[in-house]
């Protein structure tokens, strides 16, 4: 019965493989051809949703057919799974691909303010309220919102870091000058008065 399943598991992983290839891949570049969207954007948004339907359907029977918890730790470990695991084969798979630094911040930043807003709501009584799911469902409307706003929103946020990485004014350029070379207290015999300072005795002789 083991062996059983493990060959149905990956007969299964298989005819995903040949789906997700042949028709799945292919109907999202015809999509982001036809409405004009970016690789990061396509990715982000269908391909984020078509890989996650098959944990939307788990979560599903596991909540209404065995009514158990373990849709929860399928999103759960589909994120870790994502995160470490798939990222190591593409950057195993693909050694010279070379990312940039605005699809990593963008979805980091709000990938951590998702989860920052999970744990607030499961703090209290580890449950999700109607009108806390409806606000996870607005921020991905949010997040969708950003998708549709991403060139200009890089735009503006690249304007603002080389605008900042320049020469400010002049309180800018003190405290950059604090910061690099902090001012040093002086030598103390040179800080005392002249009329403080000990002078040098010469030798009696007896």
Not at 10 to 39: N, Q
Not at 64 to 88: E, K, M, P, R
Request: proline share 3%.
């Amino acid at each position: 019965t083991f062996l059983l399943s493990i060959v149905s598991v990956l007969y299964l992983f298989t005819g995903i493989a040949i789906v997700c290839d042949e028709l799945f891949v292919a109907s999202l570049e015809v999509i982001s051809e036809k409405w004009e969207l970016s690789d990061d954007v396509s990715g982000a948004t269908l391909m984020a949703a078509g890989g996650s339907a098959p944990e939307l359907a788990t979560s599903f029977i596991g909540l209404f057919v065995s009514q158990s918890d373990v849709g929860f730790g399928t999103i759960v470990g589909s994120a870790v799974f994502n995160v470490l695991f798939v990222i190591a084969c593409c950057a195993f798979a693909a050694p010279n691909l070379k990312l940039t630094w605005w699809p990593l911040a963008r979805d980091a930043a709000y990938y951590c303010f998702s989860l920052a807003m999970i744990v607030i709501f499961v703090s209290d009584d580890l449950q999700i309220a109607v009108w806390e799911a409806s606000i996870l469902l607005l921020m991905y409307v949010g997040y969708v919102t950003v998708m549709y706003f991403n060139e200009r929103l890089e735009g503006w946020v690249s304007t603002r870091i080389e605008a900042n990485m320049k020469e400010g004014n002049v309180v800018q350029k003190m405290i950059k000058k604090i910061i690099e070379a902090p001012v040093r207290p002086a030598a103390r015999h040179n800080s005392l008065p002249a009329m403080h300072r000990r002078r040098p005795t010469a030798n009696r002789s007896t």
